[in-house]
């Protein structure tokens, strides 16, 4: 075991009495070390009811024959970070979740891991561990909200709240139902409603193969979710015996069945710079050029806010994932999961309950898959839309920029009215370095369609959306604006056009006037100096490579 590395030998007695101090038996020394890498926290909601969730794994290990050791990740609630400089944290702390499993792990020699998530960035960042480690492992995403509730109306945090905030500016309704919505539209723990980043995550890590099945829907109220933990805890030791590790189950089959799910079911842009960066970890083959080639021949199946009306609720009462790859077994490759089956083996299992909720192959909400790539001269290293989500009338939109170097200028100029129709609102210097942290910006798109411009006004960006995003708007600009894009040269009254289906992005200028105004750009100084931020902007690689930190070991 790894963990005879602390506690093994007459050298490892100064090991062993610090082992003591925590209150572990002679006995129980001998078995397995279990970490349980916990993301409770009392001010994210989908992590408010982890405190529970760690003592059902935490059973679930002892009667498996482990040891468990509750250690503490860190986490940040996108929605509180959102509109406002703290959203600069967010991707940027995938990074240092995932260091600091690797570091607490490795000092401490677990020979297993369970990984306790639920919110955006902090599954992906715990994913990201599990394969750079490559011990064995199991995720337990805790489960999404329910809806809100109010004057009989299902409610959920995106549509009902930041949307709400520009049917307020825009004098459709008055302070006391804003006060209202607010009040009821979040009823209690979980991740957000709809198929956001957080659940399309956790949905997409259930295809994986790295949480069991039921895991990605089951909903944060139900002792469902406490019966998962208590058999995540058991399983972990099996697969600490069998030294099944995750990149036996992390390999490019899982890669592509996670893609092809995400398509089928229209889930977060956000899920691309996961995906790259966890398979990366893996040292799986991902590419940009991949979720294009799959999303072009994956229909989608299921509609969930924000592109639709249903919710994450009426996807786990359909069926769940299971239900979903039950339709889409024949597009799917079988590989391993933690659980001991293999996908098509739960795949097989898997009954549709609902076939609005998740729709048969032969009628299908779209022909292709809820994410597109673009590329185009103002982004030759690739863009994405969540398609799904853009209404067809704007699906070919041609308009006039109107330019903004920080997402706060943006915002401001919509609520002061300035943006008219047939205007393309250009957000950058939010890239990964540029941001730098790569910001969401679901203030500026919940405004536009919260205020009625979504059919007349489209927005691009270098920066990322929320998974709660919808309308026609374009993130992951790359090259970025920091590192001279495209998108850095472009001026107000210029030209853009878009054409999701075509694939194509194009700033409207001659290539002489692109090369002068390359010659005119001049690189701005970083907009943070000191700290951690300071750190991840010099180091962030392109969104297209999933925006992690790239550095190269110096070579013998």
Not at 6 to 26: D, F, N
Not at 47 to 75: C, K, L, Q, T, W
Not at 348 to 374: C, F, M, Q
């Amino acid at each position: 075991m790894r963990s005879d590395t602390v506690k093994k030998g007459v050298e490892r007695a100064p090991h062993r009495s610090l082992l003591y101090a925590t209150g572990i038996s002679p006995k129980a020394i001998e078995k397995p070390f279990i970490g349980i890498a916990s993301s409770f926290s009392d001010i994210v909601p989908g992590h408010i009811n982890m405190r529970d969730m760690e003592r059902f794994v935490e059973r679930g290990v002892e009667a498996g024959g482990g040891y468990p050791f509750v250690f503490g990740i860190p986490s940040i609630c996108d929605g509180i970070a959102m509109g406002h400089p703290g959203m600069r944290y967010s991707l940027p702390l995938r990074e240092i979740i995932a260091d600091s499993i690797e570091s607490v792990a490795n000092a401490h020699c677990f020979d297993g891991l369970v990984l306790l998530t639920n919110c955006d960035k902090i599954t992906p960042g715990m994913l990201m561990a599990a394969a750079r480690l490559n011990i064995p492992a199991v995720v337990v995403t805790t489960g999404p909200m329910l809806s809100g509730r109010y004057n009989n109306d299902r409610l959920s945090l995106v549509r009902d709240t930041f949307e709400a905030v520009g049917r307020f500016k825009k004098g459709e309704i008055d302070r006391e139902k804003l006060y209202a919505l607010e009040i009821e539209a979040c009823p209690g723990p979980g991740s957000c409603q709809g198929l956001y980043t957080a659940n399309t995550m956790a949905c997409l890590t259930e295809v994986m193969g790295m949480s069991l099945p039921g895991c990605g829907s089951g909903l944060a109220v139900s002792s469902k979710k406490r019966r998962i933990a208590y058999e995540s805890g058991m399983r972990v030791m099996e697969l600490v015996r069998q030294n099944i590790c995750p990149r036996d189950i992390l390999t490019r089959q899982a890669f592509e069945n996670a893609v092809k799910v995400d398509m089928a079911m229209g889930g977060s842009t956000n899920t691309v710079l996961h995906l790259l960066a966890i398979a990366r970890e893996a040292k799986v083959d991902l590419s940009l050029k991949d979720f294009d080639e799959i999303g072009r021949k994956i229909p989608q199946i299921v509609s969930l806010r924000p592109g639709g009306d249903y919710f994450m609720e009426d996807l786990e009462w359909a069926g769940g994932i299971p239900a979903v790859l039950s339709v889409m077994r024949d597009f799917l490759s079988d590989s391993l999961t933690v659980s001991g089956n293999s996908i098509l083996e739960i795949a097989r299992k898997g009954v549709v309950h609902n076939k609005d909720v998740i729709r048969p192959l032969d009628n299908p909400y779209t022909r292709e898959g809820g994410l597109a790539v673009l590329y185009g001269s103002l982004a030759p290293e690739g863009a994405i839309v969540k398609q799904s989500a853009v209404a067809d009338p704007m699906k070919r939109f041609r308009g006039r920029a109107r330019v903004f170097d920080r997402e706060e200028e943006a915002v401001e100029a919509l609520y002061n009215g300035e943006i008219e129709k047939g205007d393309v609102i250009v957000i950058r210097y939010e890239g990964p370095r540029g941001g730098p942290g790569m910001r969401e910006m679901l203030s500026p798109t919940a405004t536009v369609v919260g205020m009625g411009l979504s059919d007349s006004v489209a927005l691009i960006t270098d920066g990322r959306f929320s998974g709660g995003t919808r309308g026609p708007c374009i993130g992951h600009i790359c090259p970025e604006a920091a590192s001279g894009g495209p998108i850095a040269l472009i001026r107000d009254g210029d030209t853009i056009y878009i054409d999701i289906p075509a694939r194509k992005i194009e700033l409207e200028l001659s290539s002489d006037e692109l090369e002068q105004r390359r010659r005119e750009w001049k690189k701005p100084s970083p907009k943070v100096k000191e700290g951690y931020l300071a750190r991840y902007g010099m180091l962030a690689g392109s969104a297209s490579e999933g925006g992690s930190l790239q550095f190269k070991v110096p070579q013998e």
